[in-house]
């Protein structure tokens, strides 16, 4: 494929509102889970929620479109002058040549239960519940196609937890195409009592902060995020220096288990090589694998032996997930961002709060924050049902 660059790129989580906020998070060692306190969620859990989003309003003629879906969105796009990036784009390409493609698993859904929760007699929803702009899966891109004042081709993409790293791939193929000149890729993700529950009801969910790739793992914690990119072609792109590159991106499906990984991490595998493919690179110029490590021991387990299957014993590796949590359909744009910042700042973050490394691993996990000079990133996103999806991430000048 054709490198594409990341002229503006901004992520939002637990951690903090952009950038900045993420990389002194990072930094200072300091991580986004706290106890549960979601609204009417009695779990005995940790969650990485942003704070400020039940007050958080969005302006005018935006107002119809409000949940909290959207407010994290909204609150994303105003960090790191993304928006003003956006901008410049519609400018350079004009409206209907900028695409938007973003990834989400439960787009407003917390929306729908705030309704359902306030039905009147006859068991109808509330009356100011509106699905088309909240719950709906394109309800998502549709919202920030109007807030970017963008009219170019735009889709949702709903694959589980690979949502927001195959978008990157869409646009990709679009922008080869010519169906577009740049993109806005991105996804995002807010917490609800469907995710929450529904992981605890599959024993998933861990009692304690997630220990990605430990010997005493137990689950996952659940997050909140958005991330977001604007993915333009190098000859089309201005004030790029030093932009992240998207050099490669890799799919499968493998279809072994509805929730299950298959055991020896077979269509992760193909993921992998399907980016180092399309990059034109040998896994030795990997210099940091970012794990999907999600903190659940068959998770793990399999995506490490994917990563032994493809770069061998011994390679530096981390999940960021004991940072803020497992952000579902958010966590590929938001391990983008974590890549881009790697890159950077030349800091491999630490999987957080992992101490004894499982003895059946094989990669180099990263136990504390490590300082090196970083060229090229994988980021993987592994989804429910075999959905996989992996992404190149390198540095320019």
Same mark, same amino acid.
């Given at each position: 494929m054709h490198p594409l660059l990341a002229t503006a790129w901004t992520v939002t989580s637990p951690l903090g509102r952009g950038r900045g906020a993420t990389f002194e998070s990072f930094s200072s060692g300091r991580g986004g889970l706290t106890p549960c306190d979601f609204p009417h969620a009695h779990l005995d859990t940790w969650i990485g929620r942003v704070p400020g989003l039940e007050s958080y309003r969005l302006p005018g003629t935006l107002a119809p479109w409000d949940c909290r879906n959207h407010r994290l969105a909204h609150l994303a796009l105003g960090q790191d002058g993304f928006r003003e990036a956006c901008e410049r784009a519609r400018a350079r390409h004009g409206s209907a040549h900028v695409g938007v493609f973003l990834g989400t698993s439960t787009s407003g859904i917390e929306h729908t239960e705030r309704a359902y929760r306030e039905r009147d007699e006859s068991g109808a929803l509330a009356r100011w519940f509106d699905y088309s702009h909240s719950q709906d899966m394109f309800a998502l891109p549709a919202? =920030? &196609?109007e807030s970017l004042g963008l009219s170019g081709p735009a889709l949702a993409v709903s694959t589980a937890c690979s949502s927001s790293a195959k978008v990157f791939a869409t646009a990709a193929r679009y922008i080869e195409s010519g169906l577009c000149r740049a993109a806005v890729v991105g996804g995002v993700d807010s917490l609800c009592l469907m995710t929450l529950y529904g992981f605890h009801a599959l024993q998933? =969910?861990? +009692?304690?902060p997630c &220990?990605? $790739?430990d010997a005493q793992r137990n689950g996952i914690n659940l997050g909140e995020a958005a991330g977001f990119a604007l993915l333009e072609r190098p000859g089309d792109a201005v004030d790029a220096e030093a932009a992240p590159i998207l050099l490669g991106y890799g799919e499968s499906g493998d279809a072994y288990h509805m929730s299950a990984?298959? /055991?020896e991490g077979a269509g992760a595998a193909r993921a992998m090589r399907g980016a180092l493919e399309r990059a034109g690179l $040998? /896994?030795?110029?990997? +210099?940091? =694998?970012?794990?999907h490590g999600t903190g659940t021991p068959a998770n793990d387990l399999a995506e490490d032996r994917a =990563? &032994? +299957?493809v770069f061998g014993a011994g390679q530096a590796s981390s999940s960021t997930k004991g940072w803020c949590g497992h952000t579902l359909g958010a966590a590929g744009a938001l391990g983008f961002g974590f890549a881009a910042l790697a890159l950077e700042h030349g800091l491999i973050p630490a999987s957080l709060n992992t101490r004894n490394v499982d003895p059946e691993l094989t990669a180099d996990i990263v136990l504390e924050n490590r300082t090196a000079p970083i060229r090229r990133v994988m980021v993987n996103a592994f989804g429910f049902?075999?959905?996989?999806a992996s992404l190149i991430v390198g540095r320019g000048a």
């Open positions: 919202f =920030v &196609r998933l =969910v861990s +009692d304690s &220990r990605p $790739a990984p298959h /055991p $040998a /896994p030795s110029e990997i +210099d940091w =694998v970012h794990l =990563v &032994r +299957d049902g075999g959905s996989n």
